[in-house]
């Protein structure tokens, strides 16, 4: 174990708690409460930890991709907190990982798209995966799949191209379902209770970005 990976390891479960408790304030609640320490804290403690682990684990011999996946890396365990807390993905994040991919591509510095064609493709299946997704979710009824969903979809394609945005989808879909199923087993939700989808498309995405070689 290298001393970046234990680096990584403890500075974002310190992340993930520090992003829990902005999590619990941010956006403020309607009744003005904050949540306290409770399951979803350690969740997302856990998520910190590994997010980042995985990372150096993939990219440690190139400090710019890692550096580069690492600022959104800390944005994505912030919006696993916050959806976790309040089913909510905030525009303030999301969008500015639009504009961070494109700045990354402008600069040369995405490890995932990096020709205009790249782009275009990427761009295509931004638009086109989210709206499908949008468009099967509609007989489900509203909150099937949120608008801060796709944007964060939207995001992530145009910064890790189209194969691995797919692999995104897969994955959450993968993660939603076992997770689904074990709070059913566990009779922590029902078979009519919400659950965010943000958080499992969020570790599809951190799977797509650090263990999927695409697709």
């Known amino acids: 174990m290298t001393p970046l990976l234990v680096l990584a390891a403890v500075t974002g479960g310190a992340w993930g708690f520090v992003a829990d408790r902005i999590g619990a304030r941010w956006p403020a609640h309607e009744d003005g409460s904050t949540r306290p320490v409770d399951w979803r804290t350690l969740a997302v403690i856990v998520a910190g930890i590994l997010a980042?682990?995985?990372?150096?684990?993939?990219?440690?011999?190139?400090?710019?991709?890692?550096?580069?996946?690492?600022?959104?890396?800390?944005?994505?365990?912030?919006?696993?907190?916050?959806?976790?807390?309040q089913r909510l993905l905030p525009d303030v994040i999301t969008l500015p990982i639009v504009a961070y991919a494109l700045l990354g591509f402008a600069g040369g510095l995405g490890p995932f798209v990096r020709t205009p064609g790249d782009?275009?493709?990427?761009?295509?299946?931004?638009?086109?995966?989210?709206?499908?997704?949008?468009?099967?979710?509609?007989?489900?009824?509203?909150?099937?799949i949120g608008l801060g969903d796709l944007k964060l979809l939207v995001g992530v394609g145009l910064l890790a191209g189209a194969a691995r945005l797919v692999a995104t989808v897969l994955i959450g879909a993968l993660a939603a379902a076992l997770g689904i199923a074990i709070l059913l087993a566990l009779r922590r939700i029902r078979l009519k209770s919400y659950v965010p989808y943000g958080p499992f498309l969020i570790i599809g995405a951190i799977w797509a970005l650090t263990i999927s070689r695409g697709l």
């Open 52 to 85: 980042p682990t995985f990372l150096v684990l993939r990219y440690e011999s190139d400090p710019a991709t890692l550096a580069y996946l690492g600022v959104l890396v800390v944005a994505l365990i912030l919006l696993f907190a916050t959806d976790l807390d």
């Open 119 to 144: 782009l275009l493709v990427a761009a295509i299946a931004a638009v086109a995966i989210p709206g499908l997704l949008y468009l099967v979710s509609i007989p489900f009824g509203a909150g099937a």
